[in-house]
T-cell receptor, first 116, second 115 residues
Framework: EAGVTQFPSHSVIEKGQTVTLRCDPI?????LYWYRRVMGKEIKFLLH????????ESGMPNNRFLAERTGGTYSTLKVQPAELEDSGVYFC??????????????FGPGTRLLVL | DAKTTQPNSMESNEEEPVHLPCNHS???????IHWYRQLPSQGPEYVIH???SNVNNRMASLAIAEDRKSSTLILHRATLRDAAVYYC????????????????FGQGTILTVHP
């Protein structure tokens, strides 16, 4: 069974440009999460989809970040315009239906974003 | 989610057992204790979880104190592949709504394994 995949693995862009990150969850996983770690900080939650609906977007830092999950399959996270402080590693995770505190989240390898 | 406290770093020798502690003195009765780890250049991966009783799986064991204010992740024989950052995370089974989906990561413990 394929795991969570993320594309691209690395991205280097200039301040002010737009970048779109993609996450393909494990097939059948209704729950999809985005997290990020910026330099020297802890991994922080960004948002949670259940199928195509945003269940919790309390961690989104500002309106430069737009996440979508059309059709409830893969998800994209767009940063527009990118700022220097957006540099970091963006992780996607997925989990099966029926979210609960016993649930296991499966993480992708991350996208390393560097904004110059 | 309740807060957890872990040592910043620990070291071990290969083939020896490793005990990674986690303090969670404000744990509630409905909090599950989860452990994840992050290997270098990879995303976090699930290790083990428990509520009250000790738990074993193919990766590790989880020992939970009787008062549940602390727990210990046990790697029975550390290998070089176990070098990672280990995270202890609490999740409330009754949080419901929008709050219990996310994982709240702390600083974790950096485990170094020496050959």
């Amino acid at each position: 069974e394929a795991g969570v995949t993320q594309f691209p693995s690395h991205s280097v862009i200039e301040k002010g440009q737009t970048v779109t990150l993609r996450c393909d969850p494990i097939s059948g996983h209704d729950n999809l999460y985005w997290y990020r770690r910026v330099m020297g900080k802890e991994i922080k939650f960004l948002l949670h989809f259940v199928k195509e609906s945003k269940q919790d977007e309390s961690g989104m830092p500002n309106n430069r970040f737009l996440a979508e999950r059309t059709g409830g399959t893969y998800s994209t996270l767009k940063v527009q315009p990118a700022e220097l402080e957006d540099s970091g590693v963006y992780f996607c995770a997925s989990s099966p239906p029926r979210t609960s505190a016993k649930e296991t989240q499966y993480f992708g390898p991350g996208t390393r974003l560097l904004v110059l | 989610d309740a807060k957890t406290t872990q040592p910043n770093s620990m070291e071990s020798n290969e083939e020896e057992p490793v005990h990674l502690p986690c303090n969670h003195s404000t744990i509630s009765g409905t909090d599950y204790i989860h452990w994840y780890r992050q290997l270098p250049s990879q995303g976090p991966e699930y290790v083990i979880h428990g509520l009250t009783s000790n738990v074993n799986n193919r990766m590790a064991s989880l020992a939970i104190a009787e008062d549940r204010k602390s727990s210990t992740l046990i790697l029975h024989r550390a290998t070089l592949r176990d070098a990672a950052v280990y995270y202890c995370i609490l999740r409330d089974i009754y949080a419901g709504g929008t709050s219990y989906g996310k994982l709240t990561f702390g600083q974790g413990t950096i485990l170094t394994v020496h050959p």
